[in-house]
């Protein structure tokens, strides 16, 4: 009986995290013409190492603006500079870690 309600617990933690990815990231960026998924690769060509790309996400995510932006200008100039997100710490954890572990390449590269 300890190992279901064990179990059940897990299972909460992991959908209740990615609901904090689905709800507070994806719902935004699908009304973007550029999917979630390019945003991922840009930050792992210019910050390379999983530390580097959620720190600097994390910093752009809290203090959003032009000079800390991956994005270029053109784009920049159409849909703006995002507003600062209003996860907490934990929750904006919880989603930088889904959404690495959704497009990383390490590890599925051949």
């Known amino acids: 009986m300890a190992k279901i ?11 209740n995290a990615n609901d904090i990815y689905e709800n507070n990231c994806v719902s935004c960026h699908n009304k973007l ?12 060509l210019k ?19 032009k000079d ?3 994005m270029p200008e053109a784009f920049i100039k159409r ?8 996860l907490n710490k934990d929750d904006l954890n919880k989603a930088l870690d889904i959404y690495w572990d959704k ?5 599925k590269l051949k």
């Not at 390019?38 to 792992?44: C, D, E, G, P």
């Not at 849909?79 to 997100?85: R, S």
């Open 103 to 107: 497009y990383k390449v390490f590890g």
């Open 68 to 70: 800390t932006t991956i």
């Open 5 to 15: 309600v064990f179990i059940l617990f897990s299972l909460s933690i992991f959908l």
């Open 33 to 44: 013409p550029v999917t979630i998924d390019k945003y991922f690769y840009r930050y792992l």
């Open 47 to 65: 910050y390379s190492s999983q530390r580097s790309v959620k720190e600097a996400m994390t910093n752009y995510l809290n203090n959003p603006s």
């Open 79 to 86: 849909f703006g500079v995002k507003k600062a997100t209003t």
